[in-house]
């Protein structure tokens, strides 16, 4: 009777490891939750929303040229001495006056002296409020453009950043499930040792064993404590990546009840898709750089067009500081700019423009072809490691009816106890290979994903 229920005990353990078919359907899978955490307090990809916000202040900047200038402007200046001018007003209306003081019998007219006046004012200040708007000026047009083409580059690339991110936290959830996981296979040939050496104690107590049987039992049993030892600090290691990408506290633990079930099926499903970069970020980011160079061949190409610029001043001046009618002022104008000659600087800058779309365009190309074949490699391997899971299911299962049909042989005497440890081991590694070529799956599908960016966000 024990020994039925110690073998239907046992195959409860082993069998459910064999398929590891990620059922239950019905469950949410935590990973999507976790995905939303880490593209909301990544800290980089937190700078990276610092960039586009400084993009759109650069466009807010580039619009706000668009519009009149107000400020105010105020000076003050005093001298004495250096170059004057010489009024002999005396002179000239000196004999006028005493001519007309001798007519009118009067001194109502006095005399004057001349005038000494020097170029440099006394106590002289001059206030007032400029008002300038351009009026024509085609730099201004395309700088805002070329604003708007660097707020599309800087989001493609932070899309690019975040299609790595959730590639990252993908493949570090699945590499700590697939720890979790490899950590169950060898607790679960621990168990099948613990009963072998049992099987060896009894078989020695009644004289059927030897005693190298139970000692190389004892060295299987410690084998496999050591390995789990390093499956558990795998999984250590693979929780403090995890939490890192994520930015919580290292020492957060993650939810172990996620259902990879649709995961799997997504990746599967891809095998049978072409890639499709179509959709990949950084090939947006450099059509954007394309066009922004473009821009700037544009503008440079618009040297020759005239600048035209208003301005009014409206303010007082004079000395000491006196305000009144006489003091206050108005002043209005246009200033015009029409190159004529710039010893070719400007017919250089326009091959130089024309020159950096060329190498953008080229970089475009370039980045295109890589990518694709990136793409198409990574595709190649996902029906590599699919094909290799289908094939370690295979081997599980015959591994598993191996090492019962070995087990029960061992226990009645019909095969040897090394028999019994490599059906054990042989068990052990088709487990693992399952897990391993299992989670392989999901690891290059999220590659795969991350080279057509289609990975969902």
């Not at 353990?13 to 990544?42: R, T, W």
Request: charged share 20%.
């Amino acid at each position: 009777m024990t020994k039925k229920i110690n073998r239907h005990r046992l195959a409860g353990i082993v069998l459910p490891l064999l398929f590891c078919s990620f059922s239950m359907h019905a469950q949410e899978s935590s990973l999507d939750k976790y995905i939303e955490k880490g593209l909301a307090d990544n800290l980089v990809l937190q700078q990276k929303n610092v960039d586009v916000k400084k993009a759109w202040y650069s466009l807010k900047n580039a619009e706000s040229l668009f519009l009149p200038t107000v400020s105010f402007q105020a000076s003050y200046q005093t001298g004495a001495g250096g170059r004057s001018i010489s009024l002999p007003v005396g002179d000239l209306m000196n004999p006028i006056y005493t001519t007309l003081n001798q007519l009118t019998g009067s001194e109502k007219f006095s005399s004057i002296k001349n005038i000494d006046q020097d170029f440099l004012p006394t106590n002289f200040y001059d206030a007032k409020i400029r008002t300038s708007v351009p009026i024509i000026n085609t730099d201004l047009k395309y700088n805002r453009q070329i604003a708007q083409e660097k707020i599309e580059c800087q989001q493609y690339e932070v899309e690019g950043y975040k299609l790595e991110l959730v590639r990252d936290i993908k493949v570090a959830y699945y590499t700590y499930f697939s720890a979790l996981k490899v950590i169950s296979i060898y607790e679960n040939a621990l168990v099948l040792a613990n009963e072998n050496m049992r099987t060896n104690e009894r078989l020695l107590q009644n004289g059927k064993g030897l005693p190298s049987y139970v000692l190389r039992s004892k060295s299987e049993l410690e084998n496999i404590q050591s390995r789990i030892t390093e499956a558990r600090k795998a999984a250590e290691n693979a929780t403090l990546y995890f939490n890192f990408l994520l930015n919580r506290n290292v020492k957060d633990s993650i939810e172990v009840s996620a259902n990879l079930s649709t995961e799997f099926d997504d990746a599967v499903s891809l095998v049978l898709l072409p890639p499709d970069i179509s959709n990949r970020p950084e090939l947006k980011a450099l059509s954007e750089v394309v066009k922004i160079q473009g821009t700037v061949t544009r503008m440079n190409e618009h040297y020759w067009v005239p600048k035209l610029n208003g301005f009014i001043d409206m303010g007082s001046q004079g000395q000491q500081f006196r305000v009144n009618s006489t003091s206050r002022y108005y002043n209005a104008g246009v200033q015009l700019e029409i190159p004529l000659f710039t010893g070719k600087r400007n017919l250089i800058k326009i091959q130089q423009a024309q020159l950096d779309k060329k190498l953008a365009a080229l970089n475009l190309d370039h980045a295109s072809q890589q990518i694709a074949l990136a793409a198409a490699t990574i595709k190649n391997n996902l029906a590599a490691v699919y094909q290799t899971y289908q094939s370690s299911i295979k081997s599980a299962e015959s591994a598993a009816s191996y090492q019962r049909l070995i087990e029960r042989g061992f226990k009645e005497g019909i095969n040897t106890f090394i028999e019994d440890i490599d059906a054990r081991n042989l068990l052990t590694a088709a487990q693992l290979q399952v897990n391993i070529s299992q989670y392989n799956v999901l690891i290059t599908a999220a590659n795969l994903e991350r080279e057509t960016g289609s990975l969902k966000k």
